[in-house]
């Protein structure tokens, strides 16, 4: 039996219907199949015309995804890996601050979930918090909180 060579644009639709892409993302995948003569910068045009590709989408569904687990650089630097740059980056950035803090404090209560008995354990609870992409800020606010929330 034969396989069926998808078009390009049918690739992009096969793509999108499974989650979001970015502009840059959906790109590079499509790039591999292009044939001489195809056009991806217009198919993307294309499809960001019929509003098939959203970067606004693919940013909500990506902070979605991952505000319960990282910080708001882990996050930003991943939006800003897809291609996201500007005011649109900027909005994000706003809306992610308003509760690092609280979900900092999530991340810890479900890791860790007593306070450091030591100094080499609160470094570590520490680090890894940072490592997640939380500021130093909302990782020392979560911590000092967790004191209080277990007295």
């Given at each position: 039996?034969?396989?069926?060579?998808?078009?390009?644009?049918?690739?992009?639709?096969?793509?999108?219907?499974?989650?979001?892409h970015s502009r840059l993302e959906?790109?590079?995948?499509?790039?591999?199949?292009?044939?001489?003569?195809?056009?991806?910068?217009?198919?993307?045009d294309l499809l960001e015309h019929?509003?098939?590709?959203?970067?606004?989408?693919?940013?909500?569904?990506?902070?979605?995804?991952?505000?319960?687990?990282y910080g708001n650089g882990r996050?930003?630097?991943?939006?800003?890996?897809?291609?996201?740059?500007?005011?649109?980056?900027?909005?994000?950035?706003?809306?992610?601050?308003?509760?690092?803090?609280?979900?900092?404090?999530?991340?810890?209560?479900?890791?860790?979930?007593?306070?450091?008995?030591?100094?080499?354990?609160?470094?570590?609870?520490?680090?890894?918090?940072?490592?997640?992409?939380?500021?130093?800020?909302?990782?020392?606010?979560?911590?000092?909180?967790?004191?209080?929330?277990?007295?």
């Amino acid at each position: 039996m034969a396989t069926v060579e998808l078009s390009l644009k049918a690739r992009a639709l096969r793509l999108l219907s499974q989650r979001e892409h970015s502009r840059l993302e959906l790109g590079r995948k499509l790039a591999r199949y292009a044939q001489e003569g195809d056009d991806v910068e217009a198919l993307l045009d294309l499809l960001e015309h019929n509003r098939w590709l959203s970067q606004e989408r693919f940013s909500e569904a990506l902070i979605h995804r991952r505000s319960a687990r990282y910080g708001n650089g882990r996050i930003v630097a991943e939006l800003q890996s897809h291609g996201i740059r500007g005011e649109e980056l900027d909005r994000l950035k706003q809306g992610l601050a308003s509760d690092e803090t609280a979900r900092c404090m999530e991340v810890w209560q479900r890791k860790f979930g007593s306070v450091a008995e030591d100094a080499q354990q609160r470094n570590k609870q520490m680090r890894f918090l940072l490592q997640r992409g939380f500021s130093q800020r909302a990782v020392q606010t979560a911590l000092k909180g967790s004191e209080q929330f277990d007295e």
